[in-house]
């Protein structure tokens, strides 16, 4: 394993699968937390607690601030734990007068609750905690998000909370959050995790990593520079007020921005044709003849997306940062690829620790113009909705093995076709050396391969082509225990969930016609 910092230490987009995804279980259209909002989750039994400065609530395991705790522990691991703790002799749900829904055991109910805040009402989250001070509560899991502003609604967060109280305070509790907060409800708790089923429900696709943060990670190259914190927020404030159906935002990048991108690409530009694959090369070509790719500008997402568009269905859409890897794969079920709009700090152009547009538009756009690499990236998406965390790891792993470090073999050579490589010089050039070891790519096996993130992968995967990448993804998606089946209808751009006789008629339907199409066009073309 190498010691030295990669020449490019591109954190590339499968770096995620180090923080599990968020849990999303009980949230069924409730998204997580944005890295404009706090996020609060209990450290592990008998750890030590932090505590800086800032609100307090009382929790199961201690004290807890609103501040970015979920950097160092994901909110699945706190939500996994306690859900092990409190599910064994677990009664079913039950309901009581204003409809909501809790679980009881020992004369203490357990009770999903999901309320708003307003401008008006900032003081109602401290209130919020003087009430569970009051009724002895325990706060077991916090998730926040941005609320949906509305005409005339000065609503700009949105909390859902898990709860403990004692059975018979449970309408005292209930009646005095809602005296200070907004729009209290209940949520019951889902065997299947949410996932979006319309193209417009990933806007509540927004879970941030904030691990590799200018304003969180020290290591980071911006991170002294108080400028580039600004100039990224301003960016990244651009992806987080997006909303699907939206012109994708435009941003004039400065001299300085323009001339980190020059370095970036003249230097990957100059050892491409050697070493990327086929695709990527011929991808890369139309770039730079359709929209204007080249050392003098940094293209567009919106010129991009609609090249894409064209070119394999696939469109971009913007991200303020790293996403959790159940939100990205997501997106890749609908072909959407999220893509951040900034680039690294100018005082390291050779060197990210986390992806920006270097990496989104050198690494993976060209290989998204390839109709079957298009098609792969969208099957391992497909393979992501509604599984489990443990699958979501997996899919995550092959993810980052595959599309971000993947090698695959053309006309007798290894070429690399993973973005990670591609937005790398120094990762590239050792990855096609003698150094590494190579494996053959076999889902079951890569699955599970442990991987690095700081220093160059000691192993690579290689697959045969493309067509036989998707085949073993195929067959191992089919793996998967899901209780339905999903059906993605590219002209309304939905997942259909074919849980129902009726819904599986239609689909054979459909397909019988597409069948009845392409038969006559064989006659056709035997006739003649």
Known sequence: MLKKKRNVKKHARAQLISIKPSDDRVLKGVREVTMAHIQLAPGPPGSPQQRPHGPQMKTENGVQTAGFSGRKQSLIEDARRERSSSSAGSPGPSRYGDGFVFEEKD???????LFSLSNEKNAGFFKTGKIFETFEAKLLHIESRPGRKLKNSATDLEL????????????AFTNSLKRVVDDVRSLPEEKVPWFPQQIKDLDRCNMLITKFDPDMDQDHPGYSDSEYRKRR???????????????LPIVEYTAEEVFTWREVYRQL?????????????????QLEKECGYGEDRIPQLREVSAFLKEKTGFQLRPVAGLLSARDFLTSLAFRVFQCTQYIRHSSAPMHSPEPDCCHELLGHIPMLADKEFAQFSQEIGLASLGASDEDIQKLSTLYWFT???????????????????????????????NEPEYKPFNPEETAVQPYQDQT????????????????KMRRYSATIKRPFALRYDPFTCSVEVLDQPGKIQNALSQMREELKTLHGALETFSSS
């Open 269 to 285: 530009r100059s050892i491409y044709p050697g070493l990327a694959c086929r695709q990527f090369m011929d991808g890369l070509q």
């Open 403 to 433: 599309v971000e470090f993947g090698l695959c073999k053309q006309n007798g050579t290894v070429k690399a076709y993973g973005a990670g490589l591609l937005s790398s010089y120094g990762e590239l050039v050792y990855a096609l050396s």
């Open 107 to 113: 004369g203490r109910v357990t009770l999903n609750v």
């Open 456 to 471: 160059y992968q000691p192993v690579y995967f290689v697959s045969e082509s493309f067509e036989d990448a998707k085949t």
């Open 160 to 171: 859902f909370m898990k709860c403990e109280v004692h059975s018979s305070d449970l309408d």
């Open 233 to 247: 927020a301003y960016i990244c404030e651009l992806a987080s007020t997006y909303k699907q159906g939206d012109p």
